[in-house]
């Protein structure tokens, strides 16, 4: 009875004890150099607030048994809105698309740089505001934003994305299509009007970028209900023109280059005729310049020449 009773016994410790085996080892946590963790309490007898921060780098911490622990990005990211699908980022090809301020819909393309606040007390506050609810990705599946980075990706293109499209949205909207692309005046303006503006679209471009620096550092914070991301800088790399627009662009510039081929063929011929009747009147007045000339233009190997003379024979050398 007693070695049943001690099987019993053994059993029930068993079963007891690797729960609290595997919280005492699941209770332990490290951090890589580029990651940082926020730590909820998640035992059965504890409430789910936030525990602790473990820094990014750190080594083997004991974090608490059954907590929940939510990694996010510790280093510089990057976020590229680009049509080329060789250079998109997690949220695939992805150009914005905004008015100009005479209505043409130009493409932005760029590419913003921006770090996670570190704080403890700036990510205790963002952990609570969005580390625990979940984002929809480009699949359609929802993510926390520390699920990896198809988790941030549907953090930042719900929460991010559409303060970057509004700040690109109005500082575009300040300047008209031919501003920022100088080959809209082609179908928009003369010619000479298009030359006029193609200097300035490089500074033009530049204040775009600028103004939507300017516009995010202080749009971020208040849409997002805290300083949460920091070193937000947005480099602008292409403007892109409407395909329709585009293509009545090319045609315009095939146009203009047949044009200039014509004219050309027009001023050497002008030339040619030019050159022509100034040697004629030279050689009235120097008939023996004439003469010369003709020798010049003879064929390599002429030993014979008699002008003048019907009976002139011409024999080349051998």
């Not at 760029?110 to 403890?120: A, C, I, K, Q, S």
């Not at 005729?273 to 003879?298: F, T």
Request: proline share 4%.
């Amino acid at each position: 009875m007693s070695y049943r009773i001690g099987v019993i016994a053994g059993v029930i410790a068993a079963v007891l004890g690797l729960p609290t085996l595997i919280g005492l080892v699941g209770g332990l946590e490290r951090t890589g150099a580029g990651e940082v963790a926020v730590v909820r309490d998640g035992g059965p007898f504890d409430d789910n607030a936030i525990r602790q921060i473990i820094d990014p780098g750190s080594g083997i911490t004991w974090a608490g048994m059954w907590s929940s622990v939510h990694a996010y990005p510790a280093q510089q990211r990057f976020y590229t809105i680009t049509a080329d699908p060789k250079r998109a980022t997690a949220l695939g090809v992805d150009v914005v698309t905004t008015p100009s301020g005479d209505g043409v819909n130009l493409g932005i393309e760029g590419t913003l740089y921006f770090t996670l606040n570190l704080d403890h007390e700036s990510l205790r506050r963002f952990d609570d505001r969005y580390g625990t609810r979940t984002f929809r990705g480009q699949d359609d599946t929802a993510r926390h934003a520390w699920e990896g980075d198809e988790g941030w990706a549907a953090f930042f293109g719900q929460a991010v994305r559409p303060v970057i499209d509004n700040a690109m949205r109005v500082q575009v909207g300040a300047h008209r299509c031919a501003e920022l692309v100088a080959s809209c005046a082609l179908v928009q303006e003369t010619g000479a009007k298009a030359e006029l503006e193609a200097g300035d679209t490089v500074t033009n471009v530049a204040k775009v970028q600028n103004g939507v620096n300017a516009t995010l550092a202080r749009d971020l914070p208040a849409m997002l209900g805290g300083d949460f991301i920091t070193g937000v800088r947005f480099n602008l790399v292409k403007v892109t023109l409407p395909a329709e627009v585009q293509k009545a662009v090319d045609r315009s510039l095939a146009a203009a280059a047949l044009v200039s081929e014509a004219r050309a063929k027009v001023a050497q011929a002008q030339a040619e005729a030019e050159a022509d009747r100034a040697r004629q009147e030279g050689y009235l007045k120097c008939p023996a310049c004439a003469d010369i000339d003709r020798l010049k233009s003879l064929p390599q190997g002429i030993t014979v020449y008699a002008p003048g003379n019907a009976d002139a024979v011409v024999v080349p050398s051998r």
